[in-house]
């Protein structure tokens, strides 16, 4: 049997997301890749409850998770039943639906009949009776926005989540939804944007929507697939992400430039006392609206190794120009 440690929340930062009364790890898992059912399931196992030992306790996962789609549920619902007996409500489970899960016209996008079909499925993968955050994951062009909202909003007051959440939505967009939301009676909790040092989209205009809304933010890609890490610094060893399947990142991604540059920030995180990616994560963190970051881990060393960002969140006013002078802002 998995016995938590002790002390597994002493060490943790934990920040309110928005204006609500959640509170979530500053750092939470994300399991979009390393934990489907192609992956070896007592790796997995053993990178949960590593998180949770050192304070974790937010697990983000998506309905189309995997691969195969689906089965990333699958083995965290089996985690939950095998170790998590009876520490339901010391964690926060996200879930989300947005993208194609199954064949035919309602297993896609943002229509009421999707995103309720596709969070039962979700809910019986995981082997509980809600989640703690149900995010509607990408916007649909198509499908008015108010179904969309009004679908989520039909989910809280069934129970099944007990909050909502938008990802990969504009400024625009957000604004709409939120208040939409609202107006329904059921307030929007927080935005999942892709945001990193290479990515930095949400600072025109998302993070101002989020402040004024009160919503919280947590970040995906943080770490640009490993691109914010030393990693590349030699070429692309045969084991990461850039030399396997992924459709996300392949060896054309690695550009020299964007070594060179993660070279440069990384004399900086050195001067920190910080590992590149520990300073990458402590930088989408010095914004307040942004109430956590989302890492991905393949081996429990590198959850031990992203957590210590937490050790040192604080940036001069120096250091913040010399990396935006590196990145070209």
């Not at 898992?29 to 196992?45: A, C, I, K, Q, V």
């Not at 944007?193 to 949400?202: A, D, T």
Request: aromatic share 10%; charged share 25%; with cysteine.
């Amino acid at each position: 049997m998995y016995t938590p440690e002790s002390t597994r929340y002493d060490n943790m930062v934990y920040r309110r997301c928005g204006k609500s009364g959640l509170k979530l790890s500053a750092i939470s898992l994300g399991m979009w890749h390393n934990f489907g059912g192609y992956d070896r399931f007592e790796n997995s196992r053993a990178i949960v409850r590593k998180c949770f030992d050192l304070g974790i306790t937010h697990f983000d996962l998506a309905n189309n998770y995997g691969p195969p789609a689906g089965s990333a549920e699958e083995t965290f619902g089996k985690i939950l039943k095998d170790d998590f007996a009876g520490l339901r409500d010391e964690l926060v489970i996200s879930t989300k639906a947005g993208y194609g899960m199954w064949p035919g016209p309602y297993g896609d996008w943002g229509s009421r009949k999707y995103l309720i079909s596709s969070l039962d499925q979700s809910l019986n993968r995981l082997g509980i009776p809600y989640v703690d955050i149900f995010y509607h994951h990408r916007p649909d062009p198509e499908t008015p926005l108010e179904e969309t909202m009004d679908a989520l909003v039909s989910i809280v007051r069934q129970g099944k989540a007990l909050y909502v959440g938008l990802s990969n939505y504009s400024a625009e967009d957000t604004k709409k939804a939120s208040s939409m939301l609202k107006g329904m009676g059921v307030k929007c909790l927080i935005h999942q944007p892709k945001y990193s040092m290479f990515v930095r989209n949400p600072e025109n205009g998302l993070q101002e929507v989020l402040e004024e809304e009160g919503m919280g933010s947590i970040a995906f890609s943080p770490l640009a697939q490993g691109l914010l890490t030393n990693k590349y610094f030699n070429g692309i060893p045969e084991d990461s992400r850039a030399a396997g399947k992924s459709v996300f990142l392949n060896p054309e991604a690695v550009t020299p430039d964007k070594v060179e540059i993660s070279k440069k920030l990384n004399e900086i995180a050195a001067e920190r006392g910080q590992s590149l990616a520990q300073m990458a994560l402590a930088w989408v963190l010095r914004n307040p609206v942004t109430t956590s970051v989302l890492i991905g881990a393949s081996k429990t060393i590198q959850v031990e190794e992203n957590v210590k960002a937490l050790n040192n969140l604080e940036f001069t006013a120096e250091e913040l120009t010399r990396i935006d002078s590196i990145l070209g802002k």
